[in-house]
């Protein structure tokens, strides 16, 4: 080894280059290790190699245009990874400093190509020459560092890779172990999302290598801990697809080739778009997976709105909806059918419908699905006593109050009138003896006078529907006198909230509509 490493143990001041010095350090921490006693001697010699590895990327940062310094960059990882190759190489030392080269190293991914090459080839040699378990934690580690770097996205790409790889190596308790690693590379990829100069297909190849290597954990167990790895694949697939949706610049279909590769993950675990779009599917996943562990659950904070974009992307094109092998007709007749089942699309459509990020063709689609699935519905299909909708309400009203934000700022005249279309058609959906609260809650929160005005004109027209005529004319007035009370008296105090001449909203309907 000793001949193989140029360098000796009294090189410790002289350096002719960077590269040079890298290597006489390496060269003094394998000595040491073969020396009596001289383990205190090798943790000096590693954290002076880090220390010197960290010095050189800054002195690049400062200087990300000096191609004399992205070539010393890349003999430097060249030169580490010739010493990390050599068959002499002893197993302490290479098992100690796998717990800092993967780290340091990765930050010099986003430098050139070659380095990019050269720091995987690096994660690649500790992933073959270490234990997995031992891997698994230092690479979760270091990507949780990546994300604080300049390029999170390429710095994490050699990260993610080795960690696939990791993943097929684990021997035993595969499960506990992709528990602790899934949320950590959910993470990262998501801050990978939010980059403004990000590459869709780029941040896609990454999350679909890991899917890939659970999926192929998942086929060599058996029994229990293979239903639970698969649930937490599908979790996986449902969350990414949320931050690939949201990091789509230009337009929905974009996804569209992106989703129908996932698909096949999620059909294999018998998920399928109803279960989705009610978010039944989404419950029992994480019911299986998480349990009582409200921190494992918020490392899935976009998976309703996973699980939403997933059908509406089988909307948009019948593509994905074949690649499930799914027949959308016949969701839409079982939602039209079927109250209970309606309501809990109705609460699941209000991710993408409140979603600040995604773009306005996603909320387009979802207010269109709306309007498919309450076609032909009348308010006598929701007023039997024996459907309980108090447990849906909330997310209803949650969805509708979205709706009347995006009557508001819908970008076109089309767009606003086919989602008021939605908004009177779910109130009419909602029993009668919720209805009401529902409204009185929306005109509450109403911080818009046309809006307002909107909303008191759907009051009216309640009022008229014959599932009112049933019930009692003096518990109506005085829902009714509630309503205008909370207008022209807020509760908040200050004057009414009256459109006038300047409010754009009320102008974009015909007078009929109000």
């Not at 070539?71 to 800092?100: R, Y």
């Not at 092998?325 to 939602?335: C, K, R």
């Amino acid at each position: 080894m000793e001949s193989s490493i140029e360098g000796s143990s009294e090189s410790t001041t002289v350096t002719t280059s960077p590269s040079r010095r890298v290597r006489e350090l390496l060269a003094l921490c394998f000595s040491s290790v073969e020396e009596a006693g001289g383990f205190q001697d090798f943790e000096s010699f590693v954290t002076e190699l880090v220390s010197c590895l960290d010095s050189l990327y800054e002195n690049v940062a400062l200087d990300a245009n000096n191609e004399l310094e992205n070539d010393v960059i890349e003999e430097v990882l060249d030169e580490i990874l010739k010493v990390l190759s050599s068959p002499q190489m002893d197993q302490d030392v290479i098992d100690a400093l796998s717990f800092h080269l993967p780290k340091v190293t990765s930050k010099f991914a986003d430098i050139s190509s070659r380095c990019l090459q050269l720091v995987e080839e690096i994660v690649d040699r500790f992933v073959e020459a270490c234990n997995p378990r031992d891997m698994l934690s230092i690479l979760c580690e270091a990507l949780d560092a990546a994300r604080c770097y300049h390029s999170a996205s390429t710095c994490s790409t050699p990260l993610l890779h080795g960690l696939s790889k990791v993943f097929i190596l684990i021997q035993r308790r595969h499960y506990e172990q992709l528990k602790v690693a899934v949320p950590i590379v959910l993470n990262v990829l998501k801050d990978i999302s939010l980059e403004t100069d990000v590459q869709v297909e780029d941040l896609f190849d990454k999350a679909l290598g890991i899917a890939s290597s659970i999926r192929d954990v998942s086929s060599k167990l058996n029994n229990e801990e293979e239903a639970k790895v698969r649930c937490l694949l599908c979790l996986y697939v449902i969350q990414i697809t949320a931050i690939i949706s949201v990091s789509i610049r230009d337009k929905a279909a974009s996804c569209i080739p992106l989703v129908i590769q996932l698909e096949p993950f999620l059909t294999s675990c018998g998920l399928t778009h109803l279960g989705l779009i009610t978010g039944n599917d989404t419950e029992k996943l994480m019911s299986t997976v998480a349990g009582d562990d409200d921190e494992f659950i918020t490392s899935f904070p976009d998976i309703s709105l996973g699980a939403s974009l997933l059908f509406i992307c089988a909307k948009i094109s019948h593509e994905v909806a074949e690649a499930a092998n799914a027949v959308l007709g016949s969701v839409v007749d079982e939602l039209q059918n079927n109250p209970v089942k309606r309501w809990q699309a109705y609460g699941m459509l209000k991710y993408i419908l409140s979603s600040g990020d995604l773009l306005w063709e996603f909320k387009r689609h979802a207010i269109e699905f709306l309007l498919d699935i309450t076609k032909g519905v009348t308010s006598s299909q929701c007023n039997d006593e024996q459907i309980d909708c108090s447990d849906y309400t909330p997310g209803i009203y949650a969805t509708l109050q979205a709706v009347t934000l995006l009557i508001m700022y819908a970008p076109d005249a089309d767009l606003r009138k086919k989602t008021f279309e939605a908004l009177k058609r779910v109130l009419s959906d909602i029993p009668a003896p919720h209805r009401f609260d529902v409204l009185r809650a929306l005109v509450t929160n109403s911080r818009s006078p046309s809006m307002t005005a909107i909303l008191l004109g759907l009051v009216k027209d309640s009022m008229s529907k014959s599932s009112l005529q049933d019930t009692d004319c003096a518990a109506v007035d005085t829902h009714v006198i509630e309503l205008v009370e909370l207008v022209l008296r807020p509760p908040q105090g200050g004057p009414p909230l009256l459109p006038d001449q300047s409010d754009a909203v009320i102008f974009s309907f015909p007078i009929s509509i109000l």
